[in-house]
T-cell receptor, first 112, second 117 residues
Framework: QQPVQSPQAVILREGEDAVINCSSS?????VHWYRQKHGEAPVFLMI?????EQKGHEKISASFNEKKQQSSLYLTASQLSYSGTYFC?????????????FGKGTLLTVNP | DTEVTQTPKHLVMGMTNKKSLKCEQH?????MYWYKQKAKKPPELMFV???????INESVPSRFSPECPNSSLLNLHLHALQPEDSALYLC????????????????FGQGTRLTVV
């Protein structure tokens, strides 16, 4: 079952902040965040695990609310290089090994 | 070396052709994946190999035939494809879950852009 991402698209000016959300109706084991630039491969950003573990990567951080089956990606003081499509991938509790189901993606555009 | 290398980068094939996509990694990863990605859509899992054995087939049509000859290589054999199979085909690899106890970071190749005419 595909996780739901919101918003579908967001436009920022350099230096502004953004939040991208990912929610599931099924119990989650982990949430993974990837960024894909146009014409390029998806690049791993971080993994969030059960237990509400929060991970950070430079000015990008994320949280995982296990009770609500939600994860949020926080982009602080956005840079032009942050532009791209962000996908959350979810791994379900009791699900198959190795299987990530990706959301439809959020297109982030950072303008000067 | 944290690269997953895919060849060719672009492929145009007719509906009666047979072709193969290749993927290679030298990170010691024992899980390898094929994904299909249509424009403006997320990657969709096709196949998963774990320790060179097929562990997941997401009900992919038999005109797609995966092969994992060794721990570093992954092939996708294509035969009698349809125009709707045109897409970006991504290969990825990761540590085996049994090692880490959970799904780990996946490294993606740049993909093969396939056009079926």
């Amino acid at each position: 079952q595909q996780p739901v991402q919101s918003p579908q698209a967001v436009i920022l000016r350099e230096g502004e902040d953004a939040v991208i959300n990912c929610s599931s109706s099924k119990a989650l084991y982990s949430v993974h965040w990837y960024r894909q630039k146009h014409g390029e491969a998806p690049v791993f950003l971080m993994i969030l695990l059960k237990g509400g573990e929060q991970k950070g990567h430079e000015k990008i951080s994320a949280s995982f609310n296990e009770k609500k089956q939600q994860s949020s990606l926080y982009l602080t003081a956005s840079q032009l290089s942050y532009s791209g499509t962000y996908f959350c991938g979810t791994e379900y509790s009791g699900g198959s090994n190795y299987k990530l189901t990706f959301g439809k993606g959020t297109l982030l555009t950072v303008n000067p | 070396d944290t690269e997953v290398t895919q060849t060719p980068k672009h492929l145009v094939m007719g509906m009666t052709n047979k072709k193969s996509l290749k993927c290679e990694q030298h990170m010691g990863h024992r899980a390898m994946y094929w994904y299909k990605q249509k424009a403006k859509k997320p990657p969709e899992l096709m196949f998963v190999y774990s320790y060179e054995k097929l562990s997941i087939n997401e009900s992919v049509p038999s005109r797609f035939s995966p092969e994992c000859p060794n721990s570093s290589l992954l092939n996708l054999h294509l035969h009698a494809l349809q125009p709707e199979d045109s897409a970006l085909y991504l290969c990825a690899s990761s540590q085996d879950r049994s090692v880490q106890g959970r799904y780990t970071e996946a490294f993606f190749g740049q993909g093969t852009r396939l056009t079926v005419v």
